[in-house]
């Protein structure tokens, strides 16, 4: 072996996304190649080629002629024990330039934002030209023509599926509302009508759970394309996690960073959303807007300006774009996680006693209008039509069978300990805090622990007694469960109770 390659080794480090290599500070190729701790490097082996952060090692467990893989960095190499690694420095990017051109103020059009977009789908740029990217985008840093151009961009540097047929539907929710996974109760419906609705959803951003995770409970969803059309043949929907494929791979990139950074922008908000639809072939799309006071939409002012901006870009792209606005002033259902708020799903689908009316009613809305948008019914009649494939049963069978074609039916698992929070007055309930009752199910460990999370027992205009229980927490260790228990302890009442006179 030649001192310009090292033998690989996996660190067993995991670093998310991001693909980290460590080499001793003291080897002969840091030496001959100038590498500093935190440079961006070229990593090649078996014809493979990935750019890495490099991490500096000063101790003994990594030899000079080692380098070692994060799991992310090892995947995608797909390197094996003892392999030769070349590292040499990254190619010059000629997108740097679009992107300092853009910092000092200049509009950019697609053929630059698609050469950006082409380097960040391909893992080129580091960290900190992603987070500057997104911040110089954040606000009102991209005018609707960028907003355009950047979306066809990201869609043009990955796959695109054509179903070669029409309507192909699809909805979308903004977030912010915890709970609220009206997804998992929309595509069977519409399937079940005969509409085409191949949803592909994301994990969890900064929430206790996303569509992906929830779903995840109930069924695989890391279905490659192939696996993707199979399904959708199949049974005329599919309800799978995005980031399996390489739909829009870009977004993925710009999400990654973005969820640390916790900048608002309308533009990148935009893109991300109608990327994805476009990528996925779809051709009408049904976007829900929670607007509440604690949402990413805070007034109906404000979703009206978002609401131009989506039915106008998606226009652009050959999309036929319609928004909803929904109640964003509390958590929707009881659950709050992965598997809590899946529990909520099969209750409603199940016609059980005791399913979340509010959820039950958010998803008969959504699905109602989809299929007027189908044409598959008579504007103002959708929802009656919904409501009578979930109460016949049609909405749980095709949801049934949508999960044993990805893979199998799961059990949502449960948590290991929980502990309820109670009203210390009795009153009326005149608020929920979304934001903290979210930061308490992330705390106590969603949606990494699918099971962890709260499930509400109340909402706003109840009554309460002393001493009722008001959510409970679900947590797989007592150290998450104490430790959720001490935020909300230093937090305003997660609940607020108005005292009777």
Not at 65 to 76: F, G, K, R, Y
Not at 341 to 360: C, F, G, H, T, Y
Request: proline fraction near 5%.
């Amino acid at each position: 072996m030649s001192f310009e390659h090292l033998r690989a080794r996996r660190a067993g480090i995991d670093t998310y996304q991001q693909p980290v290599v460590y080499m001793r500070g003291d080897c002969p190729v840091c030496r001959a190649e100038g590498f500093e701790a935190q440079a961006q490097v070229e990593v090649i082996a078996n014809g493979r080629h990935l750019l890495a952060i490099l991490n500096h090692v000063s101790s003994d467990w990594l030899g000079s002629d080692e380098i070692a893989l994060s799991e992310v960095a090892w995947t995608l190499l797909g390197a094996a024990a003892g392999d030769e690694v070349e590292v040499r420095h990254p190619p010059v990017l000629a997108s740097l330039a679009h992107l300092r051109a853009k910092v000092h103020g200049s509009r950019l059009g697609y053929s630059a934002l698609r050469e950006l977009m082409e380097d960040v789908s391909r893992g080129r740029l580091s960290d900190i030209h992603l987070a500057c990217l997104v911040t110089v985008c954040a606000g009102g840093g991209l005018d609707l023509d960028e907003t355009v151009a950047l979306t066809r961009a990201m869609v043009d540097v990955g796959e695109r599926i054509d179903w070669g047929t029409s309507p192909v539907m699809d909805k979308h929710c903004i977030g912010g509302l915890p709970g609220n996974r009206t997804t998992l109760l929309v595509v069977p419906i519409v399937a079940a009508c005969g509409v085409l609705m191949p949803k592909t959803s994301s994990r969890a951003i900064t929430s206790a759970a996303g569509t992906a995770d929830a779903m995840e409970t109930l069924a695989p969803v890391e279905l490659d394309l192939v696996a993707l059309r199979r399904v959708v043949a199949r049974e005329g929907g599919c309800i799978a996690w995005g980031g399996a494929t390489r739909i829009s791979p870009a977004d993925d990139m710009l999400i990654r960073v973005e969820r640390p950074l916790s900048l608002e922008s309308e533009g990148l908000l935009v893109a991300s959303i109608l990327s994805k639809k476009a990528a996925t072939g779809s051709q009408r799309v049904l976007i829900d807007l929670p607007v509440g006071p604690l949402t990413k939409v805070r007034s109906t002012a404000a979703a009206e300006l978002l609401s131009h901006s989506l039915v106008t870009v998606g226009a652009a792209l050959g999309l036929q774009v319609r928004t909803v606005f929904t109640d964003g002033t509390q958590p929707v259902g009881r659950g709050i996680g992965p598997a809590l708020e899946a529990m909520d799903v099969m209750a409603v689908l199940k016609r059980s006693a005791d399913a979340p009316e509010d959820l039950r009613e958010r998803a008969l809305l959504l699905a109602g209008l989809l299929l007027e948008m189908a044409g598959k019914t008579a504007l103002g009649s959708g929802q009656a039509l919904a409501r009578e494939v979930l109460e016949d049963g049609r909405a749980l069978a095709k949801f049934l069978a949508i999960c044993e074609a990805q893979g199998g039916l799961r059990v949502p698992p449960r948590a290991a300990h929980t502990e309820d929070v109670i009203a210390h007055a009795c009153g009326t309930v005149s608020a929920i805090d979304t934001r903290l009752i979210s930061r308490a199910a992330k705390l106590a460990g969603a949606p990494r622990d699918p099971a962890a999370g709260a499930r509400m027992h109340v909402r706003a205009r109840d009554h309460v007694e002393l001493g009722q229980p008001l959510f409970t927490l679900h947590a797989g260790s007592p150290g998450a469960l104490q430790y959720a228990l001490r935020f909300l302890r230093s937090q305003l009442p997660v609940v607020q109770i108005e005292a009777l006179p």
